[in-house]
């Protein structure tokens, strides 16, 4: 037989590579925080007269105990404590720039509402990131060096904590090396009832990817923005509660004439620009953010081998 | 937020073009090597997550040990805009807020270039702080070692040692408080105890338990040698009147 179609000889009828309808995301760190209580929200800058939020901090409310004074004595001043923390709101932005070209052979991936939504989710991410870069520089801290993670040292800096009055809800931010091998050290020794609730999807809807679970209390969640501690050797995350980290945002100013922005949630400004001569169009979305340390002692750092 | 991650790449080939003539009558050119987006014997590049700058700083009650030395547990000011009051004017970090806070805190700041001499490379300016060939993106420490082609980073603990000693010869910053090394060798018995319990039962936590119990025989030695010569605070009786 002869003049058989075969595949090889359509060149002219058919494509290389044909694309998936569907796409994966490549792997990146998308964990986002939720409104924890652990997480003091100092404020929004918007109409502050400032780009920085001072957060007082008072020695009240049982700081300081009565004492015991004689009758007809005259009680002494008792001095009162107070310290502060200031967050800066700082600009983070980000740029898509796509050609008139790319748009138009676009299959569902180069298009505004997707980079819309990325603007959402990384703005999001973009505040685990600052979060989690404070969570190594506590005094306290738990775990040796080069020596893996263990519950051990998981319930040390909870009773670190609360030998230092911290009041729960508490939140873990660990690096997943942390977290991997706590979770080891519970599977191969745990015996007895651990109070340990794993992450059920309903959970992970309400907190997002990177929720673990409630261990002993504390809400767990990792993240690979965790740094790295003595030169690399170790993984710095911590556990902490509510005071030891503060936050802040500005709300968007949206006045912009030509149309070409939206603000997403009052935080999250995404606009496109184009530039007409080179056929080019950017997607460019801000958010403005600021995170910083406030009392220390709410806070542990667990460093343990990485 | 670090600076955005560049694709991995290769670094090019560093071979200079060479002149030739094509033939005995050709004119005379020189060796073309197309950028086809890697070079033959290129380097591939280190595959670590995009990173920013540093300051470390060291706290008195921060200590831990590593190759049977007692050393500071380094911190760090990560020097992104809006953390801890860091602001950036074009190139230039605004760090004064958070270097006061930190002090504040008790942390002592060390300045970049505070590193042994022996650790200096030579017509460079001496500072901890590097960034891998072909990542400006990334900065580690000096001390951090990362590969090409690779996400692994690792320390490189014998000169890690050498830069903390130095800190502490040097007197930037002081050795650890006898209350701080008892705080340490608690922890310590603590974490040993424990693993060595665990070892008895799951030969997977052995080399563990052994390293935990040789850092916590570095800190007894230490404190029993500070003990012979601490001298215990001197006060005066007290009266109560009852």
């Known amino acids: 037989m002869a003049n058989e179609i075969l595949f090889s000889g359509l060149g002219d009828q058919t494509l290389a590579e044909a694309l998936s309808n569907q796409y994966l995301l490549m792997l990146a760190d998308r964990m986002a925080l939720p409104n924890h209580p652990a997480l003091f929200y100092a404020g929004d800058i918007a109409a502050a007269s400032s780009n920085t939020i001072k957060v007082p901090q008072i020695g009240l409310m049982g700081y300081d105990l009565l004492a015991s004074t004689g009758d007809g004595a005259t009680v002494a001043n008792s001095a009162l404590t107070d310290a502060s923390s200031t967050v800066a709101v700082a600009r983070y932005s980000k740029s ?59 319930l040390d800096a909870l009773t670190a904590l609360e030998v230092a009055k911290v009041q729960g809800p508490f939140m873990a931010i660990l690096h997943p090396v942390q977290w991997g091998d706590i979770r ?31 261990l002993c209390g504390a809400d767990v969640f990792t993240s690979t923005y965790v740094p790295t501690a003595n030169a690399s050797a170790d993984r710095a995350g911590g556990v902490f509660g509510r005071g030891a980290i503060v936050w802040a945002d500005g709300t968007i100013v949206n006045d912009d004439p030509t149309g070409q922005s939206m603000v997403i949630g009052g935080k999250i400004l995404f606009e496109r620009a184009r530039t007409a001569k080179s056929g080019l169009t950017a997607y460019v979305s801000h958010r403005y953010l600021g995170a910083a340390e406030g009392i220390d002692l709410c806070g542990v750092s667990i460093v343990t081998d990485a | 937020m670090p600076p955005k991650k560049t694709s991995p790449g290769f670094v090019a080939d560093a071979s200079a073009p060479s002149t030739f003539t094509s033939s005995a009558e050709g004119a005379a050119g020189v060796s073309v090597l197309p950028n086809m987006g890697a070079a033959p014997g290129g380097v591939p590049l280190t595959r670590v997550e995009a990173c920013g700058p540093f ?26 805009p809006g ?24 942390w002592k700041v060390i300045p970049f270039g505070h590193i ?54 040097s007197g930037l910053i002081d050795p650890p408080a006898l209350w701080v090394l008892e705080q340490l060798a608690e922890k310590l018995h603590r974490e040993s105890d424990g693993l060595a319990d665990k070892a008895r039962e799951h030969s997977v936590y052995k080399s563990a338990s052994e390293k935990a119990i040789a850092a916590r025989d570095v800190v007894d030695a230490l404190i029993e040698e500070r003990r012979r010569t601490v001298t215990p605070s001197r006060g005066a009786s007290v009266q109560v009147d009852l």
């Not at chain 1, 997707?114 to 190594?136: E, P």
Request: glycine share 10%; with cysteine.
């Open chain 1, 96 to 154: 898509y720039e796509a050609s008139d070209l790319a748009k138009m052979t676009d299959g569902g991936i180069v298009n505004m509402q997707m980079f819309a939504q990325d603007a959402i989710v990384s703005g999001a991410v973009t505040l685990t990131s600052l979060v989690a870069n404070l969570v190594d520089n506590f005094a306290t801290t738990v775990g040796s060096t080069g020596v893996d993670a263990t519950f051990a040292n998981f």
């Open chain 1, 184 to 214: 080891k050290d519970l599977a191969i020794t745990a015996g007895g009832a651990i109070q340990y609730a794993a992450a059920s999807q309903e959970a992970l809807a309400v907190r997002g990817v990177g929720f673990q679970g409630t």
């Open chain 2, 55 to 80: 300051i470390l700083k060291a706290h008195p009650a921060r200590w831990t040990v590593m190759g049977g030395k007692v050393i500071p547990q380094l911190g760090r000011i990560a020097l992104m």
């Open chain 2, 83 to 106: 953390l801890n009051s860091i602001s950036k004017i074009g190139d230039r970090i605004n760090a004064s807020e958070a270097r006061a806070a930190s002090a504040d805190r008790g």
């Open chain 2, 116 to 169: 042994p001499p022996a650790h200096m490379q030579p017509g460079q300016e001496p500072s901890y702080l590097y960034s891998p060939e072909g990542r400006p993106d990334v900065t580690l420490s000096i001390y951090t070692r990362c590969y090409p082609g690779s996400e692994r980073l690792d320390c490189d603990e014998a000169r890690y040692i050498e830069f903390c000693e130095h800190l502490v010869s």
